[in-house]
């Protein structure tokens, strides 16, 4: 597995239905080595802190397979790296390879994932369709943030190593966004087992675990 590309950018103004608000997301790859801290990868910043960054959304990573479907999907080509918001590009890892927990390993810097990307209404902005968001949030495509265990350098070409999380409870990222999404979905289910095993999860922020509390709580009693 390899990175294909690191991508940052800063925060620019832009027009949003006649105002101006602050985004981060235009991201553009970056040659040679990148410093990544606690916080940030070199060179990037969140807009909004409310909701962006933070140490459990440090990073966020994205798969190249995911951005070759919306390329046949949306019949675009001037889809390139970073054009989903990422930092990491990646070649593989798509959201049922990855489990909340795993560790990753790429040049000196080390990372945990920690959730899945569950996108604004910014996204819509930058694809230029509004619409985009619900149609990412439907199709399985995610992506998943990373917190930096160990500050290092990145460049695009290094090898990815993966340390699966050796707890036989832990969650794809593909499933956590199922449980996510089946609350509010019609005749869907969720048992007290298969949120006991998601609460569990030591890597999970705790602002989900809250979250799932409060949606859940009566699945969580029985």
């Not at 966020?60 to 675009?76: D, F, G, I, P, T």
């Not at 999404?181 to 999860?201: C, D, F, M, T, Y």
């Amino acid at each position: 597995m390899k990175l294909l590309s690191v991508n940052v950018s800063f925060p620019r103004a832009v027009d949003y239905h006649g105002r101006q608000i602050e985004t981060g997301i235009f991201k553009q790859p970056v040659p040679g080595p990148v410093k990544v801290a606690k916080l940030n990868v070199e060179g990037d910043r969140q807009a909004d802190l409310s909701v962006h960054g933070g140490a459990n959304k440090a990073v966020y990573a994205y798969s190249w397979k995911n951005v070759e479907h919306w390329v046949k999907y949306l019949q675009r080509d001037d889809l390139h790296p970073g054009s989903f918001g990422e930092n990491l590009t990646v070649d593989a890892l798509t959201d049922t390879d990855v489990s909340i927990g795993d560790e990753l390993a790429i040049g000196t810097a080390r990372f945990q994932v920690t959730q899945p990307r569950l996108p604004c209404f910014k996204l819509g902005i930058a694809m230029g369709r509004p619409d985009f968001v619900k149609v990412f949030e439907e199709s399985g495509r995610n992506g998943f943030y990373l917190r930096v265990l160990e500050e290092g350098t990145i460049e695009a070409g290094d090898e990815i190593k993966l340390n699966a999380n050796s707890d036989p409870k832990t969650i794809t990222i593909a499933e956590f966004v199922n449980i996510y999404r089946a609350r509010n979905a019609s005749g869907q289910k969720i048992s007290s087992s298969e949120i006991a095993r998601v609460l569990g999860l030591s890597a999970l922020p705790e602002d989900w675990k809250t979250w799932l509390k409060k949606k859940f709580g009566s699945e969580i009693r029985k």
